[in-house]
């Protein structure tokens, strides 16, 4: 029982964690609390600690490197020995049907697919010989995305919803953020082959967490397990719960239940993250432009000029023609099309 209640402790302070840095994410608050907790631990951590710890981080999320795509494929690899280790095995005995049981082998081969493609692909650099194409795409709001503007790193003009990644050191087309785990910027080039390799390893981990509590849930059935009674701490005898019987199950097969923990865990993040892509998706925004929203306002733009008394503007999304419109758009990017016809 106390282990039990430790785990959904954690398991749920994790999730509120993840839901609050979301909400706060578009205010000054998370701002607040991050320098408010550096300014602490700058009293407790000495100060060669902390430079280390700055170099890691600032190699790590601020410089292009391969260690988040070999942690991803670790823990998929783990992952999916485990699955093929314990559980395909168990599940063959029970007779589960195969089609069941390679689902997951197939969303891997797709998802690695993907991934790769998510990797490699050309997010839709800005340079000279495209620079007049891309300012021709889409429309300037004069909110977010002011005409003539240059970027002082890449000496280009700016096309609208387009941004300079600091990490690639370059201008993206249709610029929607830089993913450590792919090493590479998600751009107009690229969105469509993120969008399917996030889906992929979102269904891959709901599907091993479905196997998986089919298996246990089988397994209690054909026990009878649930039938039987145990001795409480004060000697009367108790009808198994379902608390007793996830423990029982843990201390059983503690790989299965772990592995089933990581997994359901890592569905819901991925199946939100999913959610929040597709909305942006089907409302044909950026990740960057939905953050910036709330705050893209005229007088806050140095590249706009306006009479003192003129009412600021609030920024408002002149991309989205539908949602089929939309998601051509991100399957099917004019600009890759026409960009790849002129150069040859």
């Known amino acids: 029982m106390d282990f039990l209640v430790l785990f959904l402790s954690y398991l749920a302070l994790v999730l509120i964690g993840g839901v609050m840095i979301c909400i706060c994410s578009k205010t000054h608050y998370l701002k607040g609390l991050v320098r408010g907790g550096a300014q602490i631990f700058s009293y407790i ?27 991803h494929l670790i823990l998929q690899g783990m992952v999916y020995t485990e699955y093929t280790w314990e559980i395909f095995g168990y599940c063959q005995e029970l007779e589960f049907s ?4 390679f689902l997951p082998y197939l969303l891997l081969i797709v998802n690695l697919f993907f991934f790769t493609l998510s990797c490699v692909t050309d997010p839709g650099t800005i340079t000279k010989a495209n620079e007049l194409l891309f300012l021709q795409v889409y429309e300037f709001d004069e909110v977010m995305f002011p005409r003539n503007v240059r970027c002082s790193t890449c000496d280009l003009r700016k096309p609208a919803r387009s941004k300079h990644c ?13 993913c450590v785990w792919v090493n590479n910027c998600i ?27 089919v298996f246990l849930v089988r397994l209690v059935v054909l026990s009878d397990l649930y039938l039987e009674t145990y001795v409480d701490d004060l000697g009367h005898f108790q009808v198994i719960d379902t608390i007793f019987l996830i423990q029982y199950m843990f201390l059983t097969f503690p790989r299965i239940v772990f592995l089933l923990g990581f997994v359901l865990v890592l569905s819901f993040l991925l199946g939100g993250y999913l959610c929040f892509a597709l909305y942006l998706a089907a409302t044909n925004q950026t990740t960057n432009e939905w953050y910036r929203g709330d705050r893209a306002w005229c007088q806050h733009c140095p590249h706009v000029a306006r009479p003192l008394s003129a009412k600021p503007q609030v920024y408002r999304n002149i991309h989205s023609h539908g949602l089929w419109s939309n998601l ?5 990017p004019a600009a890759a099309a026409h960009y790849e016809r002129k150069k040859k």
């Open 45 to 71: 951590i000495p100060e060669c600690l902390q430079r280390a710890m700055l170099g890691l981080l600032h190699y790590l999320f601020h410089t292009r490197n391969h260690t988040f795509i070999i942690l």
């Open 98 to 101: 195969s089609y069941y049981l």
């Open 166 to 178: 600091s990490v690639c050191d370059r201008c993206v087309h249709r610029f929607d953020h830089h």
């Open 187 to 213: 751009g107009a080039w690229n969105a469509r082959f993120f969008l399917v390799y996030l889906l992929t390893l979102t269904a891959s981990a709901a599907t091993m967490a479905i196997v998986s509590t």
């Open 328 to 332: 051509r758009e991100i399957f099917l």
